[in-house]
Structures are given as C-alpha cells and as structure tokens.
C-alpha cells in the first residue's frame, strides 16, 4: 500500500496536534482570563478597570471562537483524510479484480 498509508498516518498524526492545541487553548483561555480579571481590579480603577475588563473579555471571546475553528479544521483533515483513504482501498480492490480484454 506504500504511500498512501504513510499520507494518511501524516495527515491524522496533523488531526490529532491541532486537536490537542485547540484543546490546551481552550482551557488556558479560561485560568487566564481569571487570573486576568483579579489582577487588572487590583491595579485598575473605575473606568479604566471596566474598560479593560470588556478588552479582556473581548479578546479572550476571541480565543475561544478561534480554538472551536481550529478544533473544527482538525475535525474536517480527520474526516477528508478517512475518506480518501477508503477510497484508495476500494480504487486499489477494484485495480486487482479488474479484468482487461
């Protein structure tokens, strides 16, 4: 089968790393935006605290939209990947039973 598993191997070992960046993304996202929030209320005040507060919110919301879109590409590479490689093996199963006059 040669380099169609080798692909193949390549592509879902891709799948499985971005998985796992998404993942510690995701759940870094919330200990920081925590630990940012406390610092910011002990440095900032009034206004200046609220509007840092929303920025942080903001772009942390970001992140998060971010690392589903990342977990939704590693999910789609899976998928496609699985596919072609099903249909190499039915392209190949067909190449050895076909007969030809």
């Known amino acids: ?4 598993e080798i692909q193949f ?5 891709l799948s499985k790393q971005l998985t796992e960046i ?3 993304l995701k759940s870094g996202i919330g200990e ?10 002990s440095v900032w005040k009034g206004e200046a605290s609220d509007v840092m ?5 903001k772009l942390n919301e970001e992140l998060y939209r971010e690392a ?3 977990q939704d ?4 590479l899976e998928n496609k990947a699985k596919e072609m490689y099903c249909a190499e093996c039915v392209n190949r199963m067909f190449a ?6």
Request: aromatic fraction near 8%.
């Open 1 to 4: 089968m040669g380099s169609i």
């Open 22 to 24: 998404a993942a510690e």
């Open 73 to 76: 590409l590693a999910n789609k």
């Open 96 to 101: 050895q039973t076909r007969i030809y006059l």
């Open 68 to 70: 589903f879109l990342l």
């Open 9 to 13: 191997e390549e592509v879902m070992l």
């Open 53 to 57: 507060t929303r920025k942080e919110v």
């Open 32 to 41: 920081k935006l925590s630990e940012n929030l406390y610092r910011e209320k």
